[in-house]
C-alpha cells in the first residue's frame, strides 16, 4: 500500500506517494505540537490526493514533483513532518499498477482462487450449529463471568443473525444452544469474555 505509485483508476497519470498513517503519526511525535503529521503536509507544499484505510496520498515539490524518479526518497516529506533533514539514501521504486481489461480479469480470478475458499466456509458456518467443544466451552464461560457481561457480548454476537438474545425466563445454556459455528467463535473469541 505505501510507497510511491502510479495508479490510472485513482491518480490519472500523476506519480504519488502513498504514505502509511501509522508510521508517519510515529514521526510525527518527535515534533511535540498538539496538530496531526497531516497539519505539516499542506504548508510544505504538499496536496492530499486521496485518503483511505490507513493511508494518504500526496503529491508535491520534492516528493513526486521536480524529482528524479530513478532516486526517490521521502526526505522532503520527513522534513515536513520532523522538521530535520531527511536523511534517506535508499531510493524507493515506482509501482505501476496495470488497470488493462486482461490485468483487471487477472486480478479478479487471483482474488476469488484466495479468497473464494474462505467465503464458502464462512457461510457454511453461518448455518452449522455450533460444535460440541464449542458448547462445552461456552457453557463453562457462563459460570466464569458475570451475567451482565454474558448477555452484553451474546447480544453483539447474535446481532443480525436472526437469533434472538437471552430472553430473561431463558438460562444462558439455553440461549447458546441455537448458536451457529459462526455465532459461537464470535462470543468465544471476544475478550470481553474472558474471566
Known amino acids: 500500500m505505501s510507497g510511491f505509485t502510479r495508479d490510472p483508476k485513482y491518480y490519472g497519470d500523476r506519480l ?3 504514505v502509511l498513517e501509522s508510521k508517519w503519526r510515529r514521526y510525527h511525535d518527535r515534533c511535540g505540537c498538539d496538530d496531526g503529521w497531516v497539519s505539516h503536509v499542506e504548508p510544505a507544499g504538499f496536496t492530499i490526493v486521496r485518503t483511505g484505510r490507513g493511508f494518504v496520498a500526496l ?12 532516486r526517490l526518497t521521502t526526505n522532503a516529506l520527513w522534513e515536513a513532518v520532523t522538521g530535520e533533514p531527511g536523511t534517506q539514501h535508499r531510493h524507493e521504486q515506482v509501482k505501476v499498477v496495470d488497470r488493462g481489461e486482461k490485468a483487471e ?3 479478479k480470478a487471483s482474488n ?3 479468497y473464494g475458499a474462505k467465503r464458502q466456509r464462512a457461510q457454511a458456518a453461518a448455518k452449522e450449529p455450533a460444535t460440541d467443544a464449542q458448547l462445552r466451552y461456552l457453557s463453562s464461560l457462563v459460570n466464569q463471568v458475570s451475567t451482565e457481561v454474558f448477555d452484553a457480548q451474546f447480544a453483539i454476537a447474535v446481532k443480525g443473525t436472526g437469533i434472538v438474545p437471552r430472553r430473561p425466563r431463558e438460562t444462558a445454556l439455553q440461549a447458546v444452544s441455537p448458536l451457529t459455528k459462526a455465532t459461537a467463535r464470535t462470543l468465544i473469541t471476544n475478550p470481553a469474555n474472558r474471566p
Do not use: K, N, S
Not at 503529491?59 to 530513478?70: H, N
Open 105 to 107: 480479469a487477472e486480478r
Open 16 to 18: 504519488v506517494c502513498q
Open 112 to 114: 476469488e482462487r484466495f
Open 59 to 70: 503529491i508535491g515539490p520534492g516528493l513526486t514533483e521536480d524529482v528524479d524518479e530513478a
